[in-house]
């Protein structure tokens, strides 16, 4: 089955054509990164134009780079939630009416449900179930894949994302967008210890976390020092902050292998590509005899291949849309795709 997937949810312009879930057989991007670091960040208002003018290229491109013609298209699927409301209805439109016009099934795809598929692409033997840990911009939580379109939320953050965080802080250092991967590259080999920082315990739920406080204390170190002229050693507040989301992160995990017996973890999402976290993971599973799964950093970011290869196991499950389907900028990952 070569379902063509389309994923606009922020500032990547992404179309893939996917075979049966786990072949890639194209997929191009389109990425705003140089546009939105003049701003420090993404402008939804300018994603949102920017989707609108590489779209049509791009779904071209794929299907040229895949040598399949639009008959040998089965399926359109697409990122329906969650994502900058704008950005999202741009792909749902597209998908919408290449679907009419096709005359072939239309798709509805979860982006973060998308995100955990990237291991599938990236490790063909993976199969449910197991754990996922997805950290994202928008999104932190620890979730059990029961089976491809079944899942179980064990605990998420109650307020901020880590990968939030990480762009905030990095952005009050004067660091490029995107913020978190030049925090990350700024930690290298730094003391991890040298700024005390605070790692969260909020609530009855012993998975679920907290990072508005961690980002906060991070930020107010900054300017305190600058207000005091103070010399601030920059890579090593870096490796402190990246050692306490780690540290907020990995114990959770572990404490979720161990409870639920599970022998297979995984990881997924743009903070995925952090490489403190990526080590503690590793060690964290071989701790607990667990097979680990840790996707290439070109899947950790957004991507189409993620959504056409979560499309195919949608389908499967009978979760299809029609015309009426619309764009969401929050929406749960449990439950059905709509």
Same mark, same amino acid.
């Given at each position: ?24 057989? *194209? ?19 300018? @994603? ?19 040598? %399949? *013609? ?13 994502? +900058? ?8 439109? #597209? ?34 179930? #197991?754990?996922? +840990? ?31 965080? #990480? ?13 978190? !991967? !030049? ?6 080999? !730094? ?49 402190? #902050? ?17 409870? =639920? ?17 990526? =080590? ?16 290439? %950093? ?25 015309? *009426?389907?619309? @764009? ?11």
């Amino acid at each position: 089955m070569n379902i063509l997937a389309i994923e606009s949810s922020c500032d990547e312009t992404a179309v893939a054509i996917v075979r049966d879930g786990r072949k890639v057989l *194209t997929d191009c991007i389109a990425s705003q990164v140089a546009l939105h670091r003049e701003y420090g960040g993404v402008v939804p208002e300018i @994603a949102s134009r920017k989707h609108i003018e590489a779209i049509y290229s791009l779904a071209d491109a794929a299907l040229a780079e895949s040598k %399949l *013609t639009r008959r040998e298209i089965d399926a359109i699927a697409v990122t329906y939630a969650p994502g +900058l409301i704008g950005a999202v209805l741009v792909g749902v439109n #597209f998908a919408k009416a290449a679907a009419l016009a096709m005359d072939v099934p239309l798709i509805p795809v979860h982006h973060i449900r998308g995100h955990i598929a990237a291991n599938y692409l990236a490790f063909p033997e993976l199969e449910p179930p #197991f754990l996922c +840990l997805v950290v994202s911009g928008g999104h932190t939580m620890i979730v059990e894949v029961k089976d491809y379109t079944v899942m179980r939320i064990l605990g998420t953050t109650l307020d901020d994302a880590a990968g939030e965080c #990480f762009d905030k802080v990095a952005r009050v250092l004067g660091m490029p967008y995107p913020g978190g !991967a !030049a925090l990350d590259r700024c930690s290298q080999g !730094a003391d991890s210890t040298k700024y005390a920082l605070p790692r969260s315990k909020p609530g009855a739920n012993p998975y679920d976390m907290s990072f508005s406080g961690l980002k906060t204390a991070a930020i107010n170190c900054i300017h305190h020092a600058e207000q005091v002229g103070e010399r601030m050693d920059i890579p090593a507040l870096c490796a402190s #902050f990246s050692a306490a989301v780690s540290d907020t992160l990995v114990p959770r995990v572990e404490m979720a292998l161990r409870e =639920t017996g599970l022998k297979k973890v995984a990881i997924a999402g743009g903070v995925a590509a952090n490489s403190r976290i990526r =080590t503690a993971l590793l060690a964290c599973a071989q701790s607990c005899g667990a097979s680990v799964y840790l996707p290439p %950093l070109k899947l950790c970011g957004d991507n189409g291949a993620m959504i056409g290869s979560q499309a195919y196991y949608e389908y499967l499950a009978g979760h299809t849309a029609d015309m *009426t389907l619309n @764009a969401y900028a929050t929406k749960s990952l449990l439950g059905e795709a709509l």
